[in-house]
Nanobody, 125 residues
Framework: VQLQASGGGLVQAGGSLRLSCAASGGTLSSYNMGWFRQVPGKEQDFVAAISGSGGRTYYADSVEGRFTISRDNAKNTLYLQMNSLKPEDTAFYYC???????????????????WGQGTLVTVSS
C-alpha cells in the first residue's frame, strides 16, 4: 500500500485543520493506522492511532481532547481532525500503516512499516 498525506498549512493558534491520508495499492481496512509528527532535528512523536475497523483509537496525552483520528475504509482514507491548535503542534505530520496487521494499537514508529510523505502544519501564535 502507498500513502499520500495532505491538508497541512498555516493556521493561527486556536484554529483547526484536517489532515487526510489517501491509500492506494491496497485495502486500508487491513491495517491499524497511525499519525506521527516530527520537528526537524527532533525525535518523531506519536500522535494517534486507530484500528482497522475504526472501533478503537489511541491518542498521545498532548493531543487528547483536541485531535480526532478517523477513517473511511470505503474511501481508503485516514483523517486527523486537529482543533484548538497550539504553536507547539507545529511539525511535519506523517501517516503510517502498522505492518503487524491488527492487534493492539502501537505508539512505536518501528511497528509501522509504510509511511506517507510528511505534510507541514504550522501554527502561529
Amino acid at each position: 500500500v502507498q500513502l499520500q498525506a495532505s491538508g497541512g498549512g498555516l493556521v493561527q493558534a486556536g484554529g483547526s485543520l484536517r489532515l487526510s491520508c489517501a491509500a492506494s495499492g491496497g485495502t486500508l481496512s487491513s491495517y491499524n493506522m497511525g499519525w506521527f509528527r516530527q520537528v526537524p532535528g527532533k525525535e518523531q512523536d506519536f500522535v494517534a492511532a486507530i484500528s482497522g475497523s475504526g472501533g478503537r483509537t489511541y491518542y498521545a496525552d498532548s493531543v487528547e481532547g483536541r485531535f480526532t483520528i478517523s477513517r473511511d475504509n470505503a474511501k481508503n482514507t485516514l483523517y486527523l481532525q486537529m482543533n484548538s491548535l497550539k504553536p507547539e503542534d507545529t511539525a511535519f505530520y506523517y501517516c503510517a500503516a502498522d505492518g503487524r496487521r491488527g492487534g493492539w494499537l502501537s505508539h512505536y514508529p518501528i511497528d509501522y512499516d509504510t509511511w506517507g510523505q510528511g505534510t507541514l502544519v504550522t501554527v502561529s501564535s
